[in-house]
């Protein structure tokens, strides 16, 4: 049987959208290739058709799912320094990305068993995590402020989903918020940065 053209290119990012989900809800290690083919309705002969191994397919999430937080950040819609930076905190640090690891960033769900991964794997996220912090760096006028930005967005993220009840979630993302916020206005007053407005 003949597919259409594009059609195996299709059912690459349809197993990176489940895959990806699946991962980020349970872990890495955890989640087995029989998980991941089940969840996505095909056998292991197609997945291994797409991916050579278990490190490739965490390759193409890194490389997926960062891109996904670049696309999401290039269409932020506003304009001005404060506005956007609000846009971000209230999206990233939301009681929604808490509760919904399988349908938020990577690097929270991911980054420890990234920190386990071979070289190639560490090389590879290196490289698409810097190409955001070039985004961020624009946006903050600095690149030392974007890593801290991307830090401190990350590490509150890690320990809100590590609490047991609601409240303690909400006040660990709400003390961030309005952490960052203070920290980046400080930043602009002291003329250490220079936002673009």
Known sequence: MRYPAGHKQEKRQELLRVSGALIKANGFSATGVDTLTQG????????YSHF????????????????????????????????WVNFELDRYLSLGHVNHPESGC???????????????????????LHKGVVILAKRLGS????????????????????????KEKKAVIGASKQFL????????????????S
């Open 143 to 166: 690149e030392s402020l974007a890593w801290a930005f991307i830090c401190q967005l990350v590490g509150a993220l890690v320990l809100a989903r590590a609490m047991p009840t609601t």
């Open 106 to 128: 990577v690097i929270p769900a991911l980054g420890a068993e990234i920190a386990r991964a071979d070289t190639s794997v560490k090389d590879l996220y290196a490289q698409e």
């Open 52 to 83: 050579g191994s278990k490190t490739e397919l965490l390759k193409a999430l890194i490389d997926n799912e960062l891109q996904i937080s670049r696309e999401m950040w290039a269409g932020n819609p506003h304009d001005t320094a404060e506005e």
């Open 181 to 196: 916020k203070h920290a980046l206005q400080v930043q602009s007053t002291h003329g250490h940065t220079h936002p673009p």
């Open 40 to 47: 996505a309705g095909v056998t292991s002969g197609s997945f």
